[in-house]
């Protein structure tokens, strides 16, 4: 079992900046894809931004140029680096991960418990 803790959310203003940080613990062989997933109230849970093992990343066409997301060398933590934040920004931002438990077979999906960012106008 993986377990995703969340942290870096808040308050920003229009313009501002926030870094998201996603670190997995727990009994694993490997983390595999993580990304990161927004959800606004009264919207569907988006993929903003996801990242593969091997470091090619993936954008949501709203947030490309503005958001960076990166791994650390061990590839078990996950960052998301937010700049020029818009209103349109403010969601519950949920981490994610495809992890593999043995090398082989299954792999499994695991969700943070998410981190709330709030851009004022």
């Known amino acids: 079992q993986v377990q995703l803790v969340e942290s870096g959310g808040g308050l920003v203003q229009a313009g501002g900046s926030l870094r998201l940080s996603c670190a997995a613990s727990?009994?694993?062989?490997?983390?595999?894809?993580m990304g990161w997933y927004r959800q606004a109230p009264g919207k569907q849970r988006e993929l903003v931004a996801a990242?593969?093992?091997?470091?090619?990343?993936n954008y949501a066409d709203s947030v490309k140029g503005r958001f960076t997301i990166f791994r650390d060398n061990a590839k078990t933590t996950v960052y998301l680096q937010m700049n020029s934040l818009k209103a349109a920004d403010t969601a519950v931002y949920y981490c994610?991960?495809?992890?593999?438990?043995?090398?082989?077979?299954?792999?499994?999906?695991?969700w943070g418990q998410g981190t709330q960012a709030t851009v004022s106008a």
């Open positions: 994610n991960a495809q992890y593999s438990r043995t090398g082989y077979g299954n792999t499994y999906d695991q």
């Open positions: 990242v593969t093992s091997g470091g090619s990343t």
């Open positions: 727990g009994r694993f062989f490997s983390i595999n894809d």
